[in-house]
């Protein structure tokens, strides 16, 4: 790790990526500001920003706790109990990653039509981000050494009562991180919620951009968007706390050991397979059907199908390898104590994300025409999009797994005579890159299937598989929505099972 000579230059790097990510926010703001103090006030205090508010702050309360305790219950028992199986379930466990949110409220929808409003709402997205939590934490139970546990119950603990007071405090930086992105994805999600005709602030966004003849008002949601997040942030920070999970060494050889769960057995396998149905089997079952449908249609398969998967996988490479790039400057500053000056950089990148991708795109539109007008119509201009939608998913990856890279062993590198691009090169990057690979892949995963911003930003010609889906859904087309979704899900298949390879990363390679 770069010793303290080179903290300014991580410093300088770490600030231009998050002024880079606070640009859409200050135009949003200052857009939204041009109105006036009263007439924003007289805006904002209308009943439907009321709802609008109850609304988000409903469907938070119930889809965050939820995903925490589904994603950590089950990294329990797939990683620390004898459930039989274990690999199968951890497989199953990401599935939901394969398969789009929007794809699963199309599904549910197509299946059940009255399955919409909060109800519908809370069950898809549920679902369908219950993974980022399950994600984090089981790969940080493989990792970590038991030998606090095996001393709690030296002391006469029970197996139940050591993980509570032994492991379970050295989980929170993982549990805060996944809850932090299901709290993001939902303050920033469209295509669930208007499938489920669910009103959030996101959906009234973009109804306002649609229909008004000023985005003025639009930017003043946008702004109220951002003070939720901020306080989803504050939150997180309260919540990871900060003890070390880093010690010298990876502990013992041997692998934990499980709990027996004796008669809980067959209820959490009961458990485990009905979350698979729900997250998984349900919508990939009613994709296929539809898809079954469509082919017995002439004319219902789209004939530039390849072309446009060609298209998803280039942007999603472009934009997961810039991501992890620009990820890295604050990750390395956090990880190694950054102080204030770090965390309120890490913080900057996650408030960009929390905007729609509409408003983000908008935003960049506006930059580029005014400043730098050969950026307009370009890949490069949506890939910078991508970068501040998803760069907390980089964050959250490459944190982890860069705080589990003993400090000791770069300033051992250090004394030898290597300097801060070396020891970043041969200990720490060598050391963190499973977290790398899986912040790219989540990264990636996310821009296979983005929406909005794609639509504002892509160059004329230029299109997506999430964008041809969502015209076919949009008009109730599902058996011509059913191709882009398959193929949706299948690019995600391989990227989902690098995820599962990375919980399952063998400790003796990080020796």
Known sequence: ?????????????????????????????????????????????????????????????????????????????????????????????????AVPAFVSSYAWVSWQPGLVGLGGAALVTTLAYFPFVFLPVAALLRALDEGEEEAARSLGLGPFAAFRRAVLPRLRPAVSGGALLVALHLLAEYGVLAMMRYQTFTTAILQQYAVGFSDAQGSLLASVLLLLCLGVLTLEVVARGRRRVARIGSGSMRPPSRVPLGSWRWPALAGLAALAALSTAVPVILVLRWLVVGTSQSGAVADDLMRVTASTLGLAVLGGLTAVVLALPGALLLSRGGGWIATMLERATFVGSALPGVVVALALVGLAVSWAPGLYQTVALVVVAYAVLFLPRAMVSLRSGLAAAPPELSEAARSLGQGGAGVLRRVVLPLAAPSVLAGFVLVALAISTELTATLLLAPTGTDTLALSFWAASDELDYAAAAPYAAVMIVLSIPLTVVLRRQITHDRRATR
């Open 1 to 97: 790790m770069p010793g303290s000579s080179s903290r300014p230059g991580l410093h300088v790097a770490a600030a231009v990526v998050a002024a880079m990510v606070l640009l859409p926010i200050v135009v949003t703001v200052g857009r939204g500001a041009a109105v006036g103090w009263s007439e924003a006030v007289a805006y904002l205090v209308r009943p439907r920003i009321g709802m609008l508010l109850a609304n988000t702050a409903v469907l938070t309360a119930i889809t965050v706790p939820l995903s925490v305790a589904l994603g950590t219950g089950a990294a329990w028992l797939v990683e620390r109990t004898d459930l039989p199986g274990a690999g199968i379930w951890r497989a199953l466990m990401l599935a939901p990653l």
